[in-house]
């Protein structure tokens, strides 16, 4: 069991609930390093099973698979948030999970997430609790329209929100939901979204990564830009918050924090977190010494964490669905470089793989 | 089967000849662009198998095993010149293999190796074919001491080679070598060795990387430092001395080029060449957009070739034997990327991993 006195030495064993590109990503940063991945997913030819020896193909819900995946591993973490509180619980119970359950039940449910952002004092978007019509009423009359629905848990990439822009919808956009629990959220007037990539080791130290600008498409994400072009003042702030919200979490691993730039960029707002690797750093790879993905795998063996500096510029943009099939002329593209997650058919808004381009970092 | 007309696609896979830290570095690069590995190797246990879900644990002489091994992969390349030629052949009857049977031959025997460098034109160090004691007597006359005896074929880290001060040290030296068939070189008086990590696409493209500049330890590599500090004008002639070696080959992949910096930085001579890729590449991991492992898996692959740039200075440093057992405190130094190779135990002389330390590029 790794802690910071007596961290995973390497040869040992994390286990990864997940097998998608980011469990891919993760594996591949902790072989780097010598440390083994034991993928967990209920998928067995899913991207990460590709690159390691040593798989699990069970569902989520199969106490008796992850009992016996957890007798293997010397820790456990997750690529994605919506790991069923239930099968994290079966694992620590004989092997330790990080992030916790604690970090886990935040992220996973927006009215908690919001809540807990409140309680530190974090500017949020305005919001509100819905679990009837009535509620979802009450709340645009308080919020304001436009707004939007978004059910409490298990939304990603923009899924299980319905936007609200007159009172007049109100009853079409809570059936959008199927009635699940939901929060209302105020559309803030965000100039962009920035977002941090923070790191929190077992013994506490907390290193953040330079904030990137990210630009969506369709809800997805289509590319994350560092520098960010903000001033360092809002970038430190900005790195100030992720760090308050990993301490607060008492959090072990990478974070993803999404804030909004407003007010001509005078303010910040957290929009959420993610409590994992994040689609939005993975131009850590090229750009640092230290990736994100082997930071995290750092920081759950209770490891020191790594070198966060940024020694070049960098753009990162997915590549969605058909854009996979542009393969060959990113390759030949000086100075992008070309990740690809070994998935088959590359369906509409599925995402094949990213490119990152450096450029030399500017000194100012 | 990939040409530069038709490369292989994402989702194809690559089987590679050899488990070791080289097959694992490779395998991780294919991961990244999307490209499978199918490891060979004779131990199911090695440092490659790790990374990929598709091992074949079977002898290099099975030719059974190869065949089988062959049906499943688009391409073969390896991790270490002594492939048997006999395996090479079996593979190469349905499934093309790169680097190609000439260069195997031409790297694997250090006769065939210096007489191709002097058929081009290119200096190394004086040399005789030694087949008999006789032959050793004429060479050592002719050539003078100090010089070494070295066997054809087989050799690596300085095995294989006996140092010759005194003629009357033949008779020892020659069964030092157990009578094998060998050549006798001179010693050179170099003023250092650099290397140069050239690669050759199926197009005929070739780009070589910046030359490092090596030191040893007991005849293991020890550092690679990049830049040498050299000029660029001997910087430019040993990359052209790589260019046209790989280019006289009709070489197809990565290959390191390790040469002598004679005459107070005057001349070059080339000391020995890798069908492969080499360890005094490794920094291209931290410090180029694509590594030498990318590069290679491009190369064999049909792809275009990744970008050569260096955007940083790096200095890669070996963790041979107990070496590995500073894993922690060299984890937790600023700009250090460690690399573990996922082997046990850290004998003496065992290459366990390395670590390359960046630090920003001064333009001159």
Not at 11 to 26: A, D, N, S, V
Request: net charge negative; glycine share 10%.
């Amino acid at each position: 069991m790794p802690n910071a006195e007596q961290p995973l030495a390497p040869g040992g064993t994390i286990g990864i609930l997940g097998g998608g590109q980011l469990g891919r990503m993760l594996a591949l940063a902790a072989a780097r390093i010598g440390l083994k991945s034991h993928i967990y997913a209920p998928d067995g030819d899913c991207p990460a099973a590709q690159v390691t020896d040593t798989m699990t193909c069970a569902a989520y819900e199969d106490a008796a698979a992850l009992r016996r995946f957890a007798a293997t591993v010397d820790v456990v973490t997750y690529e994605f948030e919506n790991v069923p509180t239930a099968a994290a619980t079966v694992l620590a119970d004989t092997v330790p999970v990080y992030p916790d359950a604690h970090a886990l039940a935040v992220a996973q449910d927006r009215l908690t997430e919001k809540t807990f952002m409140r309680d530190l004092g974090i500017a949020t978007a305005p919001f509100a609790e819905v679990g009837s019509l009535d509620d979802l009423h009450r709340a645009i009359a308080s919020i304001g329209c436009p707004c939007i629905l978004k059910t409490r848990r298990f939304g990603y990439d923009g899924k299980g929100q319905v936007r609200i822009d007159t009172p007049a919808q109100t009853a079409e956009a809570w059936a959008g939901v199927a009635s699940a629990p939901s929060i209302v959220e105020g559309v803030v007037a965000f100039d962009s979204e920035i977002s941090v990539i923070v790191a929190r080791g077992l013994d506490g130290t907390v290193l953040a990564y330079d904030p990137a600008r990210n630009a969506h498409d369709n809800h997805i994400l289509s590319t994350s830009t560092v520098p960010s072009g903000y001033p360092d003042a809002l970038e430190n702030e900005a790195r100030a918050l992720a760090d308050q919200i990993v301490t607060a979490l008492g959090y072990v691993g990478v974070m993803g924090v999404e804030l909004f730039v407003c007010g001509g960029g005078g303010q910040l707002m957290v929009n959420e977190i993610a409590p994992r690797v994040h689609n939005s750093g993975h131009w850590t790879l090229e750009a640092c010494v230290t990736s994100q993905f082997e930071q995290h795998m750092r920081a759950v063996a209770g490891w020191p964490l790594g070198t966060v500096a940024r020694h070049s510029n960098a753009r990162m943009t997915n590549l969605i669905g058909a854009d996979v099939n542009r393969w060959h002329s990113l390759a030949a593209t000086p100075g992008a470089a070309v990740h690809l997650y070994g998935k088959g058919t590359p369906r509409p808004g599925r995402k094949m793989g990213h490119v990152t381009q450096l450029a030399p970092r500017k000194e100012t």
